[in-house]
Nanobody, 114 residues
């Protein structure tokens, strides 16, 4: 089992920045990759960014050049630096850890005002 706790969400004006953090606990040695997803009201949950144990990353086209995913020094920690935020980035952001199954955090709300 893997437990995930996200933090760092909040309210920010368009053009501002936020940094989300996710800390995993439990069977963290079994984690292959971690990622951030988001879900706006009425929309499906979508991939924002993902990083593998080897450090390879991939991003949604809508956030490329604005968001950066990174890992902490300790295994099981991942960050999402979000710059140049837009109102359309408003959503609940979820951390996901992938082992032989997927684990989700409880989510943190990001609201970008225009």
């Amino acid at each position: 089992q893997v437990q995930l706790v996200e933090s760092g969400g909040g309210l920010v004006q368009a053009g501002g920045s936020l940094r989300l953090s996710c800390t995993a606990s439990g069977s963290i040695t079994s984690i292959n990759s971690m990622g951030w997803y988001r879900q706006a009201p009425g929309n499906q949950r979508e991939l924002v960014a993902r990083i593998s144990n080897g450090g390879s990353t991939n991003y949604a086209d809508s956030v490329k050049g604005r968001f950066t995913i990174s890992r902490g020094n300790a295994k099981g920690m991942v960050y999402l630096q979000m710059n140049s935020l837009k109102p359309e980035d408003t959503a609940a952001y979820y951390c996901k850890a992938m082992t032989w199954r997927h684990f989700w955090g409880q989510g943190t709300q990001v609201t970008v005002s225009s």
